[in-house]
């Protein structure tokens, strides 16, 4: 046991991996199988929003969304969830995790259902509430992140703690995965009932009155995964580290770790007080902070941001790239539930080809290989797939290259997966103290929603055909699929540059990370400085 270590935290960090770690992953999980299931489903019904409430008599094409209502829809969720993140990160340290994890799945269920019940009396009277509860959405998802991140780093062993949290993360893949599945099966089921002609055909008779319940039944059963894991959250004790280190409570930190680890720990109180007083209680906004997270900090916010920028604005403008190469024909030839139905099957097939496979493989190799090598390898391959894409972009869209395009369309994502999307969720809740903690992963969280921000509302309008008359309608000319595409690689060759900042975790206690164990600060100082200059992960 390190010296200074509570026997509370050895006894988390040495245990064998038990059947709570699995009730841990899935209770935290299922909050983001939701998170992805509701920020991911919107992609889905866009277009079929844009027919029913957007219908022009005598045009060519179905109606679609209006720019700045397309921007607001698909946007709305990643700016609450930046507030959330931010707001729900800084309250985990001054509440507890626990308090606050309840407060963020009830605001996700309430709004998951009131986001389907969005009516009004005018199309814009239906999307401005839409936007609203969608906003208050990801208020609840950004609570999400660091708290579902730290409850997690907080109870896993040394060993395994990585793979745990990634695990967590790894659910959002089968929430877009299971956006897809049930989009396909209510489209399918809408489709066979309530057949309708194609939009060249009968342009009004395309969309049937039915199609409006499609898009609220696929945003409301977001609240259901949600629902169903909110009394096991509650039943959760508090982590052993917030209870002990933050809140000083060593008799109930022990109390709570003897239940879950079913075996008798000693409450020490005396070496709690001891310990409190030979820590330095720097905050967030002191020099001492700067001194030994400050690159830290830097390096978990600026990696986050750019890989959200590539990674959230390839999810929203893939079914743009479909309809490009192919996989989805015009949208005059279908009608209103077809288009529905194989927007959602192209998805669900690069979920499950790259995404979920991605998540799975970080699960399996974090541990192995480590947070640094995987994070370096993610970005490097993005950058190289990225302009593999790009470079020969004409190549790619003629007929009999479409295979080859989604192929390595699909590796892109599956090196974000097993790459940089998981490690850079995981690295944040290792590396920080126990008092600022869910803080410091908020920051980060926030900061990678601000990316994919920029990559939602940015690439709407950047991916639009040079040419203004062959751009969707209200659009400007953009710099076309091409060139964005090239501006994305070199987002993800930045990444790479930033990841050199993020230290490694592997192996570590969190408390040795975060430099909690050490009395003398100068050797916490050294510690820290030498993994602010390594660009290899330890051994």
Known sequence: MAEGQL???????????????????IIAGMGFFTDAYDLFCISLVTKLLGRIYYHIDGAEKPGTLPPNVSAAVNGVAFCGTLAGQLFFGWLGDKLGR????????????????????????????????LCFFRFWLGFGIGGDYPLSATIMSEYANKKTRGAFIAAVFAMQGFGILAGGIFAIIISSAFKARFDAPPYEVDALGSTV?????????????????????????????????YTALVAKNAKQAASDMSKVLQMDIEAEP???????????????????????????????????????????????????IFSAIGWIPAAKTMNALDEVFRIARAQTLIALCST?????????????????SIQLMG???????????????????????????????????????????????????????????????????????????????GFLYLAQNK?????????????????????????????????????????????????????????????????????????
């Open 7 to 25: 026997q509370v935290l050895n006894a988390l960090d040495v245990a064998k991996t038990q059947w709570y770690h699995f009730t841990a992953i």
């Open 98 to 129: 626990k308090k606050v994890y309840g407060m963020t799945l009830m605001l996700m269920v309430i709004c998951s259902i009131a986001s389907g019940l969005s009516f009004g009396h005018t199309p814009k009277s239906v999307m401005a509430t």
């Open 209 to 241: 009155p039915q199609a409006d319940y499609v898009w609220r039944i696929i945003l409301m059963v977001g609240a259901l995964p949600a629902a169903l894991t909110y009394y096991w959250r509650m039943k959760m004790p508090e982590t052993a580290r």
């Open 270 to 320: 005396q070496k709690i007080e001891q310990l409190d007083r030979e820590r330095s209680k720097f905050g967030l906004f002191s020099k001492e902070f700067a001194k030994r997270h400050g690159f830290h900090l830097l390096g978990t916010t600026t990696t986050w941001f750019l890989l959200d920028i590539a990674f959230y604005s390839q999810n929203l403008f893939q079914k743009d």
């Open 356 to 372: 979920v496979p991605g998540y799975w493989f970080t699960v399996a190799f974090i541990d192995k290989i480590g947070r640094f």
């Open 379 to 457: 970005f490097f391959f993005m950058t190289v797939f990225m302009f593999a894409l790009a470079i020969p972009y004409d190549h790619w869209t003629h007929k009999d290259n479409r295979i080859g395009f989604v192929v390595m369309y699909s590796l892109t994502f599956f090196f974000a997966n097993f790459g940089p999307n998981a490690t850079t969720f995981v690295v944040p809740a290792e590396i920080f103290p126990a008092r600022l903690r869910s803080t410091c992963h908020g920051i980060s969280a926030a900061s990678g929603k601000l990316g994919a921000i920029v990559g939602a509302f």
């Open 467 to 539: 040419d203004k008359a062959k751009a969707d309608a209200g659009y400007p000319a953009g710099i076309g699929v091409k060139n964005s595409l090239l501006v994305l690689g070199a987002i993800n060759a930045l990444g790479f540059l930033f990841t050199f900042l993020v230290p490694e975790s592997k192996g570590k206690s969190l408390e040795e990370m975060s430099g909690e164990n050490e009395d003398n600060g100068a050797e916490v100082e050294a510690e820290l400085s030498s993994h602010n200059h390594r660009t290899v992960p330890v051994a």
